[in-house]
């Protein structure tokens, strides 16, 4: 059955037909909609120059729901709880929202009053000292040029996920059940994963990547074989000038700094919590994008693939992330130390 209302789209089609002499009972069966809409517009475009589309009557359709004042004390509270949903607006506002439906809550935040919803960016939480590191690092060194980030050495760890989590929804035929294998979500505990330490340069591109033990977690005493087998040759031929670590625990112990030291290797006095700072944080996440799509069904699998993902970066790359730095800091004193979209 055909509807009785139309949009703009479709009576600007309606009249196009009409002008072109087909029948009542043809415009309504393109357009899909009842006859008696296609004679009223008809009639209301009669008086009209030709073309004009016929404005809607004033005052026709339902009451709207919520007054003006209704809208602004929806709009403060959104602005003041972000998160606040509209379930919520009704209960906290009973005397004004108990008659309104919480889809038309939802319509009147997203369309009247431009308030969509949107998924939250997932961000570390930063204490105000921490802000004020951030504002410190950004501020010492915000005078540095594109071509001194990249003589420096970046690096950082990070862990990649064998399984990763499927899509939540799946096409399954009427009748079958939704614990057939076929059409399940599986899901394990502790999915096998392998963390990764890995430097690049913007002067040099990739350095060293390596692969912990599985069970082993990153102190300073391995954090130092790490240092010596993968980072000292590659400082050296990309001819970096300065070392960057983030504050991990393992990164800042006595023997660390010491090695580090003995070896002249000056290390950035890195803010903690910063990884929007730091750019190979931008590879790790082109990489693991990279391997949900491959899909690997083992660790030596994955070992293979994040070594040929490491390895295939050109230096184009690698030199846009580290001369993103002067951007990046920026943004953080804009930001007054608080995290950014990096």
Not at 38 to 47: D, G, H, T
Not at 179 to 205: A, E, L, Q, R
Not at 257 to 262: H, P, V
Request: overall charge positive; charged content about 25%; glycine content about 4%.
């Amino acid at each position: 059955m055909g509807r009785n209302k139309l949009t703009n789209e479709e009576k600007t089609r309606a009249l196009t037909l009409l002008k072109e002499r087909a029948s009542v009972i043809r415009v309504a069966a393109e357009v899909n909609v009842k006859r008696t809409a296609i004679y009223n517009l008809k009639k209301a475009a009669a008086p009209l120059p030709p073309g004009t589309v016929p404005p809607r009557k004033p005052g026709s359709g339902a009451p709207r729901k919520t007054s003006p004042r209704t809208d602004n004390i929806m709009r403060r509270e959104v602005l003041n709880d972000p998160a606040i949903t509209a379930s919520e607006l009704k209960k906290k506002h009973p005397a004004l929202l108990g008659n309104v439906s919480v889809r038309t809550i939802q319509h009147r935040l997203q369309i009247a009053l431009k308030l969509p919803s949107r998924r939250a960016a997932k961000k570390p939480l930063l204490t105000k000292a921490m802000k004020k590191k951030r504002l410190l690092f950004c501020k010492r060194y915000r005078h540095w040029t594109p071509e001194q980030w990249k003589k420096l050495m970046f690096s950082d760890e990070s862990t990649f996920r064998l399984v990763r989590m499927a899509s939540k929804t799946v096409r399954r035929p009427s009748g079958v059940s939704r614990y057939d294998p076929k059409y399940i979500v599986k899901t394990v505990k502790h999915p096998d994963s392998v963390m990764v330490w890995g430097s690049f340069s913007g002067y040099k591109g990739s350095g060293g990547l390596y692969f912990l033990p599985k069970n082993v977690t990153m102190k300073g005493a391995n954090y130092i074989e790490v240092l010596r087998d993968h980072l000292l040759v590659p400082y050296d031929i990309h001819e970096c000038e300065v070392f960057m670590q983030d504050s991990a625990p393992a990164h800042r112990c006595k023997a660390v700094t010491k090695f580090l030291t003995d070896n002249n290797i000056p290390v950035l006095d890195w803010p903690g919590n910063s990884p929007d700072l730091n750019p190979i944080e931008n590879a790790w996440n082109k990489m693991k994008n990279t391997i949900a799509k491959k899909r690997p069904t083992n660790i030596n699998e994955l070992k293979q693939a994040l070594t040929k993902l490491w390895g295939d970066m050109d230096l184009s790359y690698f030199t846009n992330l580290a001369t993103s730095m002067p951007n990046r800091i920026e943004m953080v004193i804009s930001y007054k130390g608080n995290m950014t979209k990096y």
